[in-house]
């Protein structure tokens, strides 16, 4: 029997961090092996916050290099970008045709970017949610593994697959299903960790894989702890660094600061010195392969190609089941 089919992507939109890669990379890795794995970078959705054209194409390129530098395999694994497939924007479209505008003002996302971005509010935007639904159903994915903050796209996907069966009477698609990793699906910001560490909180929010080593210990050194009285429970900030040491650093490191903190002893500067340290460690092997990727252009174009290729069947097979039950014009 042939394998079941995983997807995601991740937005061009600035360097990656250990967000992305906890919440969603770590799995994508795990997943090759089992599945059918289609790893795309997302760029039609970075085009929905504001961004500069001249730097997209850099973006992309590097967020590749990312993918590859982190062990996405592609030799096991097609790697994508959205815009070289019109299917993308082909199936949103018709799946916009079945979806209430009423679904997607409820979005979750949505609502967060219009008060981000009260200029940028448009049909692109609004129609966030079914594009992702279109990248997952076009190669109908089952599995998804994304970081929290996108559950509700997933349930939006799975309403949108069933009426779309409903309306015109076709099985075609699988539901997909989130898989999120329960320990690490929700990373904090640095500088507000009371929100979600993300690219568009800008660089001292975030840990990126690529930051070169001075640059981890200077954010790790700044982030924001506590601010609440002694005794009550542990702040945000503390929290999400105890939680980082606990993914990176050893287990005596662990024990010995958490006991600290338990005592009332700790000194928040060397919970950050041992964090900082450790992530300094723990990333060194990305930074190299990242370093070798840089020097080889002609290998990440043999990549995209070859996985555009190989997406492009299950497309365009796809298209045409879809095409067939609205009764559209085959090519
Ligand atoms: P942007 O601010 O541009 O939206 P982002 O950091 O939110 O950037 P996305 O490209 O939107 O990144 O998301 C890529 C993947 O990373 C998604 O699966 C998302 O759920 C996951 N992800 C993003 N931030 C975190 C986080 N802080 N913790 C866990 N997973 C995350
Ligand atoms: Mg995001």
Redesign the pocket.
Known sequence: MARKRVF???????Q??????????KSWIELQDRYECIYAI?DY??MT?PYDPAEMRANVRELLIDYLAAGVDPERSILIVQSALPEHTELAWILGTVTPVSWLERVP?YKEKVEQHPDYVHLGLLSYGVLMAADIVLYKAEV???????LPHLELAREIVRRFHHLFGVRIFPEPQALV?ED??????LTEPEK??????GPRS?IALADPPEEIRDKIMKAVTDTGPAGEEMSPGVANLFHLLKLFGTEEEYAQLRAEYDAGTLRYVNLKRTLADALIRSLEPFRRRRAELENDPAYLERVLREGIRRARVIARQTMEEVKTACGLMLD
């Open positions: 995601s992507g991740i937005r061009p939109t600035g990656i961090h250990l967000g992305n890669y906890l919440g969603a990379i997302v959705h970075g916050t996302t998804v593994p994304v970081g929290e903050d996108q990793q690490t699906a929700r990373i904090m910001s979600k560490m993300s690219k568009s909180l975030l």
